[in-house]
């Protein structure tokens, strides 16, 4: 069983940072890579970033790359999500996610292959 607890959501000003947490407990051998999802009102929820534990291989979604970075502490056994430069599309629930096995690059996005979430952090934005 894997646990994860995100933390470090909030509200910021445009153009402002904030970096989100995840702590991983429970099983961590049982995750390969970890992901940062994100949801807002009335949508659907969007892959943001992902790396995996052992060599901290980074992939982003276009709408991020250049303003977050997604790192990970081994020895803490947490994953961080730095956020620069936010913008109001950028408010919604952030979520953490395990990832178990190697996956095919096509496959990083997509949150049906991840196996298990964290409860979710807000993050809001002003204009």
């Known amino acids: 069983q894997v646990q994860l607890v995100e933390s470090g959501g909030g509200l910021v000003q445009a153009g402002g940072s904030l970096r989100l947490s995840c702590a991983h407990s429970?099983?961590?051998?049982?995750?390969?890579?970890m992901g940062w999802f994100r949801q807002a009102p009335g949508k659907a929820r969007d892959f943001v970033a992902r790396?995996?534990?052992?060599?901290?291989?980074?992939y982003y979604a276009d709408s991020v790359k250049g303003r977050f970075t997604i790192s990970r502490d081994i020895a803490k056994n947490t994953v961080y999500l730095q956020m620069n430069s936010l913008k109001p599309e950028d408010t919604a629930v952030y979520y953490c996610?395990?990832?178990?096995?190697?996956?095919?690059?096509?496959?990083?996005?997509?949150?049906?292959?991840?196996?298990?979430w964290g409860q979710g952090t807000q993050v809001t934005v002003s204009s």
């Open positions: 790396i995996t534990w052992s060599g901290g291989n980074t």
């Open positions: 429970g099983r961590t051998s049982a995750s390969y890579a």
């Open positions: 996610a395990s990832q178990g096995v190697q996956m095919r690059r096509e496959y990083y996005s997509s949150s049906a292959r991840y196996n298990y």
